[in-house]
């Protein structure tokens, strides 16, 4: 492949690795950066080009596993978290119910949700929403958490911040931006929601882009696999990154910042598109 075509795969990595785990919706800036700039799908073909945005998701996943080892093998009894209270443990079981909401409604509605949600025009109505959404929950979540550890996680915490997800499957809305927010409505401090958001992404992740590669195996194509390959690697990088930056934030600056930062980008993609 063309060095040219290459750095388009470095970058659309670095848009997901970068964009995936802050809840600014990695979605929505993949759409705006490949089906309004990169177009990728002119040199790839469609379904190539839809199954690269899976593999570099792939990137992703497996940063989340790289940080969060320790807790993933707790989740299932083969690691003890150092200070882990014997019977107050965050399990496989939390996951579980945080996920399901999501995913059951995720099958029931995905053609709906192919369909009629993934155009520019909705991205920017749910980057405004989902900006709304993150601004209430700094605003009108508890001063002091009741939850500052995911040990501290109940059952029906995990349920609710797993209905809450759902807005999630609005693209643009951002998973990261919905959990988080609402697990801080819920009484989760800012750090724990987005642990929470983090260890949930795995099996969905994982989930969606083992359904799509199977539905796209066909259209895989060999030639390309050197812009699967950069993609990839450029995604698990910059995951890595964003992921170890993005925790030391959010306790820090909270959810505003992010919120003002989506809503520019749904004024300029408004200008650029109606205007």
Same mark, same amino acid.
């Not at 670095?14 to 705006?32: L, Q």
């Not at 931006?177 to 987005?194: E, F, Q, R, Y």
């Not at 003002?260 to 004024?267: G, K, Q």
């Given at each position: 492949m063309e060095i040219i075509?290459?750095? &388009?795969?470095?970058?659309?990595?670095?848009?997901?690795?970068?964009?995936?785990?802050?809840?600014?919706?990695?979605?929505?800036?993949?759409?705006?950066?490949?089906?309004?700039?990169l177009q990728t799908k002119d040199f790839?073909?469609?379904?190539? /080009? @839809?199954?690269? *945005?899976?593999?570099?998701?792939?990137?992703?996943?497996?940063?989340v596993v790289f940080i969060f080892w320790k807790r993933l093998l707790s989740l299932v009894g083969l690691h003890k978290m150092e200070g882990q209270a014997p019977g107050h443990r965050f399990n496989v079981g939390h996951v579980l119910i945080g996920i399901l909401p999501a995913g059951v409604l995720g099958l029931l509605f995905e053609d709906v949700i192919d369909s009629y949600l993934f155009t520019i025009e909705w991205v920017i109505v749910s980057l405004f929403v989902g900006?709304?959404?993150?601004?209430?929950?700094? &605003?009108?979540?508890? &001063? @002091?958490?009741?939850? =500052?550890?995911?040990?501290?996680? =109940?059952?029906?915490k995990a349920l609710k911040v797993g209905l809450i997800q759902c807005l999630s499957?609005?693209?643009?809305?951002?998973?990261?931006?919905?959990?988080?927010?609402?697990?801080?409505?819920?009484?989760?401090?800012? *750090?724990?929601?987005?642990d929470f958001t983090f260890i949930m992404a795995v099996p969905i992740m994982f989930g969606a882009s083992a359904v799509s590669l199977i539905s796209n195996f066909e259209e895989i194509n060999m030639s390309h696999l050197g812009f699967y390959v950069v993609g990839f690697v450029s995604a698990f990088v910059f995951a890595l990154i964003s992921i170890k930056f993005f925790l *030391?934030?959010?306790?820090?600056? *909270?959810? =505003?910042?992010?919120?003002?930062?989506?809503?520019?980008?749904? /004024?300029?993609? /408004?200008?650029?598109?109606?205007?």
């Open positions: 075509e290459l750095l &388009k795969a470095l970058l659309l990595g670095f848009v997901e690795g970068m964009t995936e785990f802050a809840p600014v919706s990695s979605t929505g800036h993949m759409i705006i950066v490949d089906d309004l700039w790839l073909g469609q379904g190539s /080009a @839809n199954t690269f *945005k899976v593999v570099i998701q792939l990137g992703s996943i497996l940063a900006a709304i959404f993150m601004i209430v929950a700094d &605003k009108f979540g508890p &001063k @002091n958490p009741s939850i =500052t550890t995911l040990d501290d996680m =109940t059952y029906g499957l609005w693209p643009g809305f951002s998973r990261s931006g919905a959990t988080i927010s609402g697990g801080v409505l819920l009484g989760l401090d800012h *750090k724990t929601a987005a *030391k934030l959010i306790a820090r600056v *909270k959810l =505003t910042p992010f919120a003002i930062y989506r809503m520019v980008l749904a /004024a300029v993609l /408004a200008f650029i598109v109606f205007l």
